[in-house]
């Protein structure tokens, strides 16, 4: 395999080469579960899918392990559990039970492990002690705070000095900071939110050492790849990576390569010309766009550009999706009498892929396939389905019988009214008789059925429900 990835803390592509093949691990920072998740919370998910899938294809399917952390200890969790009168975990359970059935819905595979801050506490508490005895954190009021000071590899990871990184970003000027930059570890928690007992005192962890300690508890150290979207870079990720490495290590600098060989971050997806967030009010949720389109269609949206450069999202982006998606599943549904002669994924194919992850060229091979199932040769048209098949597997695409990818939620009586007015709209047309013709096609749009004219003929399929 000749996987090369962008690494953040390198600035620049190189060949993935794991710690041990036999062990191939990957961690990805996932959601805080106190509403539905948006669109933009399902790029990282989706994105990751993808190299999770291509890990698992080159290194087999036992020897990849991938987690992805659920933060179930949060204001914002804290706040709806006080706003429904509920204790925490009624909100968290709801959630994560939502998050996992859209994230199927968009064709990703469920991580190996998805651990919980609540389930990591004595994990928590013990690395925050190490730190607090290997001179990196300190106990001040009721706080525990990382010594951004005593680490000299602070600000590595987002590429700025330390003085840089406090200037051009908000932070939590407290008295009992030693410097503006330290960031909390565990603190008191307020009236009505959860608490846990401490050597410190009673209280909850910060966001940052969440991460490292189910790093450690899931996967060990060091990691091979660790992902997450650009927004983390900093602060979270260079939080953790400090804490991480001090912990481990202790604080005197040059071990970062010890805590994740490999960091990806993937691109901000916007609505119109700002990031869509909930902060904002412009997102778009998964759970209410699955029932406007299929799952399968909402993840070629996320993956028609490079994962680390921006996405806009709209409608449009959609349409065109289920349109791609419509060539390709046609190209099948013609070529149903086809033996694949191969279940191997294009070998064109996986070198985009393997190109840090190049999607958008991926799926121009995937229509290139098509384009040779449609006009190969017998034994061309073999290759090229049982390699589009299995590419658009490797991908998370093509994963619906051809039939249903147009028909879905059309019953047998259905499908016999609406083939028999096909059939009648063709004789119609071959007489040239075009009232008769247009008022089929009326018929067909009431009963919520588009018809797709093409060289070899008509085929329809049932609208998407507005």
Not at 367 to 378: D, I, K, N, R, V
Not at 402 to 415: C, I, R, S, T, V
Not at 427 to 443: G, L, N, T, V
Request: proline fraction near 6%.
């Amino acid at each position: 395999m000749s996987l090369n990835l962008y690494d953040t803390m390198a600035r620049a592509k190189r060949p993935f080469v794991p710690a041990d093949p036999k062990r191939v691990t990957m961690y990805v920072c996932g959601p805080t579960v106190y509403n539905y998740a948006h669109i933009g919370n399902a790029r990282p998910v989706v994105v990751f899918d993808v190299l999770f899938r291509l890990l698992r294809h080159a290194y087999g399917e036992e020897a990849v392990l991938y987690a992805a952390n659920v933060t179930d200890v949060d204001d914002k969790i804290n706040a709806k559990a006080q706003a429904e009168g509920v204790a925490i975990d009624v909100i968290t359970e709801r959630y994560i039970e939502i998050y996992n059935r859209d994230m199927a819905t968009l064709g990703a595979l469920r991580p190996t492990f998805q651990p919980r801050a609540t389930q990591t506490m004595d994990a928590i508490q013990a690395m925050i002690a190490t730190l607090v005895q290997k001179g990196g954190a300190y106990a001040a009021e009721g706080h525990v705070l990382f010594d951004t000071q005593a680490y000299p590899d602070y600000g590595k990871l987002s590429g700025r000095s330390l003085e840089d990184l406090i200037a051009g970003a908000r932070v939590d000027v407290a008295p009992y900071k030693r410097h503006p930059a330290d960031f909390v570890l565990w603190k008191p928690s307020k009236p009505g939110e959860p608490v846990w007992e401490s050597p410190w005192g009673p209280g909850r962890p910060g966001w940052h050492i969440e991460c490292s300690a189910m790093i450690e508890q899931a996967l060990g150290l060091p990691i091979d790849i660790h992902g997450g979207g650009n927004d983390l870079i900093f602060p979270h990720h260079e939080n953790e990576l400090a804490q991480g490495v001090c912990a481990a290590h202790g604080c005197e600098g040059g071990h970062t390569g010890d805590y994740a060989r490999y960091w990806l971050h993937n691109g901000f997806l916007n609505f119109g010309s700002e990031k869509m967030s909930k902060s904002l009010g412009n997102v778009v949720l998964v759970h209410d766009l699955v029932k406007q389109a299929p799952g399968e269609a909402v993840r070629w949206a996320l993956l028609v550009g490079h994962y680390r450069a921006p996405l806009e999202w709209s409608g449009e982006l959609i349409e065109q999706a289920r349109k791609s998606l419509d060539r390709l599943y046609g190209a099948l549904r013609r070529a149903a009498d086809v033996t694949p002669s191969t279940d191997a994924p294009a070998p064109k194919f996986l070198a985009a892929l393997e190109d840090d992850l190049n999607t958008a060229q991926a799926m121009a091979e995937l229509f290139a396939l098509a384009s040779a199932l449609e006009t190969g040769s017998p034994e061309e048209k073999a290759r090229a389905k049982g390699e589009l098949l299995a590419s658009g597997r490797l991908m998370g695409f093509l994963q619906s019988d051809p039939e249903a990818w147009f028909q879905g939620g059309a019953d047998e009586d259905l499908k016999t009214r609406v083939e028999a007015l096909i059939a009648a709209r063709i004789e119609a047309r071959s007489a040239k008789d075009w009232p008769r013709a247009d008022a089929i096609r009326d018929e067909l749009n009431a009963l919520n059925v588009e018809v797709m004219d093409s060289a070899t003929g008509a085929t329809w399929r049932l609208k998407e429900p507005s």
